[in-house]
């Protein structure tokens, strides 16, 4: 979490910043948005000049207080922000995003997320975590086959979100009909929930699902 407010104004990095964030962040994705900020440093922002970092993180903040209190007004402040280019407007996207996607529209949602996954500015850590959750609302939206397209580059062996990306291609394929499809990739998760790097319970739901896929 300190990574994310190294090059913003002193204050911010403060304890009190720090519960003010925990107290207002009320989207889960917010939580995972830092975590993979932190891990990729924001190098862009090494190139902006201060008072600018300054005035979006104040900016992105307050948007997230304005969200608490009046949803409809946060998501203003969010996509205000967005237009303005850098870290926090790409954190901003992401708000703007989930808070769409709260509010009932599945398929713009999912088509803000894969505009994020597609554009060539964002740090690839920050796409690929856009296309995971617009592959989740492609397939809420009711179009697995965007879904699956939008995390087919995912699913490598060194790709840090390739078992999400396998969960999503699985639920894909067996919400479009193909059932053997999803067998095989639930089978494969199975298989990869073993491994040291798997995230928790990645076996269990593959085994479940192989287990309510049986003829």
Do not use: C
Request: charged share 25%.
């Amino acid at each position: 979490m300190a990574d994310i407010f190294q090059e913003v104004d002193e204050d911010l990095r403060r304890d009190k910043a720090l519960a003010f964030w925990k107290k207002y962040q009320n989207h889960l994705i917010g939580f995972a948005i830092i975590a993979v900020a932190a891990a990729a440093g924001f190098e862009g922002w090494k190139y902006w000049k201060q008072q600018r970092i300054e005035a979006n993180g104040a900016a992105y903040l307050q948007a997230l207080q304005t969200l608490e209190k009046d949803p409809k007004a946060g998501l203003a402040e969010f996509e205000t922000l967005a237009k303005d280019g850098g870290g926090f407007a790409v954190l901003a996207r992401f708000q703007s995003a989930s808070q769409t996607l709260k509010d009932g529209d599945k398929a713009k949602a999912a088509e803000q997320f894969t505009a994020i996954a597609k554009d060539g500015s964002v740090d690839k850590a920050l796409k690929d975590l856009a296309a995971v959750l617009g592959g989740l609302a492609w397939l809420d939206a009711g179009k697995p086959e965007d879904a699956a397209k939008l995390v087919e580059g995912l699913t490598g062996d060194n790709e840090p979100y390739r078992f999400s990306a396998l969960e999503v291609q699985a639920q894909a394929a067996l919400t479009g009909g193909d059932k053997a499809k999803a067998k095989t990739i639930y089978e494969q998760l199975k298989q990869l929930g073993a491994l040291p790097n798997a995230p928790q319970g990645v076996a269990a739901r593959a085994e479940i699902m192989l287990e309510r896929l049986k003829d």
